[in-house]
């Protein structure tokens, strides 16, 4: 008898779906062109916290130890910098030393051994290259190395870039969140007034069955069904267009002449999929159940 009526529901709710094709087709558009446009802004997100990443591991500071510094004075000054925590995890994903010769031969890299003139090693200073492990703990590292470590002289870092680099991450998150707000709530409306039309059509049907004893979740299903078939459809076609679209202008940029000067490397698509996959059902499944239980209050009510 149970399976008798999920059965049931399930064709209700496939039936309502192929019986009114117009407004099910024009809901479908709607909630794809709204996962699409969302998908953009999804990838892009993605694609900036990706690009975030690889930038902070060139985001390192430059720890230098004072000229008069021992071995045993250098190692101790290591070891303080490894144990470094903030809010009691890790603060620093690498630690490296740079000797005097490699600080030399750095240089030299650089500069002709003309503009070094008689420069040798003995001119450069020890020091360390640290890379934190988020970019937000960039001052409060900085802060802890100047009050409970000796023998630092100075610390070199890149704070405005790593400054700017959080507010572009933030407003990305932000302003893609901002958009998901706005998106779903349009598809709300939007797939409550479809499913409405289908409710005012059966309101005879709903009254008779609510005359003879049938409750609010049972007459609610069928539409709640109808509700989330509509998703997932929405967002299996979402995802194959986002997909096309995606690669298409990501091969482009990766083409163009000024991506290959700066190295830059973007997510593929296989590295989203999954995710994507999951917020487009989830946003699916969620604006359908939520649009039909909407669309139905008024019927149940009386």
Same mark, same amino acid.
């Given at each position: 008898?149970? %399976?008798?009526?999920?059965? %049931? ?6 039936r309502?779906v +192929?019986?009114?094709k117009k $407004?099910?087709?024009s809901?479908i &558009? ?10 953009m802004?999804f990838?892009? &997100?993605e ?9 902070k591991?060139?985001?390192?500071m ?9 071995e045993?004075e250098?190692?101790?000054v290591e070891?303080?910098?490894r144990?470094?925590?903030v809010?009691g ?5 690498t630690v ?5 010769? !490699?600080? %030399?031969n750095?240089?030299l890299?650089r500069?002709?051994?003309e503009?070094m ?9 020890v $020091?360390f290259?640290i890379?934190?492990?988020? *970019? /937000? %703990?960039? !001052?409060?590292?900085?802060?802890q190395i100047?009050?409970?470590i ?8 890149k ?7 959080? $507010?572009? &991450? ?11 707000? #706005? *998106?779903?709530? @349009?598809? *709300? ?5 479809? @499913?409405?039309l289908?409710v005012?059509?059966?309101?005879? !049907?709903?009254?008779?069955?609510k005359y003879?004893g049938?409750?609010?979740n ?9 509700g989330?078939?509509? &998703?997932?459809?929405?967002g299996?076609i $979402?995802? *194959?267009? #986002? ?5 298409g ?10 991506? /290959?000067? @700066?190295?830059l490397t973007?997510?593929?698509f296989n590295?989203?999929?999954n ?5 487009y ?8 159940? @939520? ?8 019927? +149940?009510?009386?």
């Open positions: 008898m149970k %399976y008798n009526v999920i059965g %049931y529901l399930l064709s209700e709710g496939f309502n +192929l019986k009114n $407004s099910t087709l809901c &558009g709607v909630m794809v062109a709204t996962m699409i446009v969302f998908g802004f990838a892009i &997100g694609n900036i916290t990706h690009i975030m990443e690889n930038v591991e060139a985001q390192g430059q720890v230098f130890i004072k000229v008069d510094a021992t045993d250098q190692n101790e070891q303080k910098l144990s470094l925590t809010n995890e890790k603060a620093l994903l490296d030393k740079v000797t005097k010769e !490699e600080a %030399y750095e240089m890299q500069l002709t051994p503009i003139g008689g420069m040798t090693p003995e001119f450069f200073k $020091s290259v890379i934190p492990t988020e *970019l /937000e %703990y960039s !001052e409060q590292i900085q802060q100047n009050t409970e000796e023998g630092i002289e100075s610390i070199q870092s704070e405005k870039t790593i400054n700017a680099l959080i $507010s572009i &991450g933030n407003g990305i998150s932000l302003f893609t969140l901002v958009i998901l707000v #706005i *998106l779903v709530i @349009i598809s *709300l409306f939007i797939i409550s007034n479809t @499913i409405k289908s005012h059509a059966r309101r005879k !049907e709903i009254s008779i069955m003879v049938a409750t609010n049972f007459i609610r299903a069928p539409f709640i069904v109808e989330v078939i509509m &998703g997932i459809v929405s299996l $979402s995802t *194959l267009a #986002i997909c096309l679209m995606y690669n202008v990501v091969g482009n940029i990766l083409k163009a002449s000024v991506a /290959e000067q @700066i190295n973007l997510l593929t590295q989203m999929v995710l994507i996959v999951l917020v059902l989830g946003l699916g499944v969620g604006i359908g159940m @939520i649009g039909s239980i909407i669309s139905m209050r008024k019927y +149940l009510d009386v």
